[in-house]
C-alpha cells in the first residue's frame, strides 16, 4: 500500500518533506520517497491519495493512568492542600483503592478510542488498583488487544496497604511480562512500584532484579512534587535519586516518569546513568507539582517522553503544554521550540520506552502512523510545518490512524466502536466510584 500525503514526517524533529510518502509491506515501512518515485516504482500498489495531509509517525503517550477518566467530575469536598494532600485525602482513597476490574476494563477502553482518536499508536500505562489484583492487567490487555494499539502495562506495585499486597503487585507484573513476552504481541508489561515514601528498600531492590531477570525497565513516580525529595531527606538523609544510587539501582533500566523537582545533583544523576525520563507538563500543573528541568534534560541527552498522566488526553494539547509551559517559566521563547516537542512525542517517548523501531517512518520501522489534516488558514511550508501541527491542530484533525500495519481510525472515526454504549459503560464505572466516595 502507498500512502502518498502532501507532506512527511519521516525523522521527527528534521526537516519534513514536501509531496512525499511511504509504502507500507506488512505491519512495517517498506519504502520512502517522492509520491512520483513511489508510484512508478509500485505501480500495481493500492493507493491512499492523502492530499493535504501530514503523515507523521503515530504519538506516544509515555505515561498514563487510564483509570484516570472516572475522577473526571467526581465529588470532592474540598481542594487538596498540597501534593501530599491530593494523594493521601483523594486520589488514594476515593479513586484507586475504589477501582474493580469492571471499572478498569471499561476505562481502558474509553482511554484506548481517546488515544487512538487523538493520534496515539503506542502507549505506557500505569495501574494502581490495590483491590484489584491478581488479574487486572490481564483484563486491561484483553481491552488493549482488541483496541489494537501497541501498549506496555504495569501494576504499580505499593506497600502502602500491606507488605503482602506489595508482594502480589510485583508478582502481577512478573507474570504479565512473561506471558506477553511469550506471545510477542502488540501489548506487553513493564516492571513497576509506586514511590520511595510507599515502598522500602527491600521491595525496591527487588522490583528491579525481577525486571533485570527478565531484560525489562522498571518504572516509578519521582519527585512529583516536593513531598518525596523532601521525605527522602527527612528519613534517609539524602533526596530521592540520590538514595535510588545508593540502592544500586540507577540506571539505563529505570525509567522514573515525573522527574519535576529535581536538584542539580539529582539532574546530573540521570544524565550520568543513562535514566528515562516521561514529563507530564499538564497534570504537573493540575497537582501543583512545580514545572520540570525538561529542556535540560532533553538538552543534555537524556531519553525523555511526553505522557497526558491519564489526565487532558488531547495529545495535541500535551504538546502543547510542553511547548508553552517552559517559555513563560523560563522567561525565554526559545525554549522547547516545536520540532523538539513533535519529536518528545514520538521517537522520545518510544526512545524512552525502549520500544524498538517505533516512532519514525523509515524502511523498516514499525508501521505505527496518522494522517492529519494540514489546510491550516495560512500555507504550510518545511520551516513552520511543526508550529502549524503543535500549536494549532486538534484531535479533531487527525484523519486515519493505523498501528502495526492495521487501520484503527479512517476519516476521523475509531473503527468497530459503539460510542454511546461505551460512553454508558465509563458512566456506570464512574457513578460506583463516586458512590464510594460520597
Ligand atoms: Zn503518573
Known sequence: MLILPSWLISLPGQPPQENWGVRVLDDVIDAVGPNDDLRAQFPADEIID??????????????????????????????????????????????????????????????????????????????????????????????????GLR?????????????????????????????????????????????????????????FELAAERNGLTHMHCNEGVHEPNYAQEHFGQRTLQYYDALGVTGPGMLASQCVQLSPEEQKIIIRHNIRVTHMPLSNCEVGGGIAPAPELANAGVRLGLGSDGYINDFFEVMRGAFLIHKAHRLDPQIMPAHQVFYLATEGGARALGLKRVGRLQPGWTAD?????????????????????????????????????DWRVRAGVVLDVDASALRARVHDAALRMWAQAR
Open 369 to 405: 502512523l496518522q494522517l492529519i489534516d494540514a489546510h491550516f488558514p495560512t500555507p504550510a511550508a518545511a520551516h513552520n510545518l511543526y508550529d502549524q501541527l503543535t500549536l494549532w491542530r486538534n484531535h479533531t484533525h487527525v484523519r486515519d490512524v493505523m498501528v502495526a500495519g
Open 151 to 207: 501498549g506496555i502495562l504495569s501494576f504499580e506495585a505499593t506497600e502502602r496497604v500491606s507488605q503482602a499486597n506489595g508482594r502480589l503487585g510485583l508478582q502481577e507484573n512478573a507474570r504479565f511480562i512473561d506471558v506477553c513476552q511469550q506471545e510477542g504481541g502488540l501489548v506487553q508489561g513493564m516492571m513497576c512500584f509506586h514511590t520511595t515514601f510507599t515502598c522500602s528498600d527491600g521491595f525496591i531492590r527487588q522490583a
Open 50 to 147: 492523502a492530499a493535504g495531509q501530514v503523515l507523521a509517525p503515530g504519538f506516544v503517550n509515555a505515561h498514563t493512568h487510564l483509570y484516570g477518566v472516572l475522577a473526571h467530575g467526581i465529588p470532592f469536598n474540598k481542594a487538596p492542600a498540597d501534593f501530599w494532600g491530593f494523594l493521601a485525602d483523594f486520589w488514594w482513597p476515593l479513586v484507586e483503592d475504589a477501582l474493580d476490574q469492571e471499572m478498569i476494563a471499561a476505562a481502558t477502553d474509553w482511554g484506548c478510542v481517546e488515544m487512538l482518536r487523538s493520534g496515539v499508536t503506542s502507549f505506557y500505562d500505569c495501574l494502581e488498583a490495590p483491590h484489584a489484583i491478581p488479574d487486572a492487567l490481564f483484563v486491561q490487555k484483553e481491552v488493549v488487544e482488541r483496541r
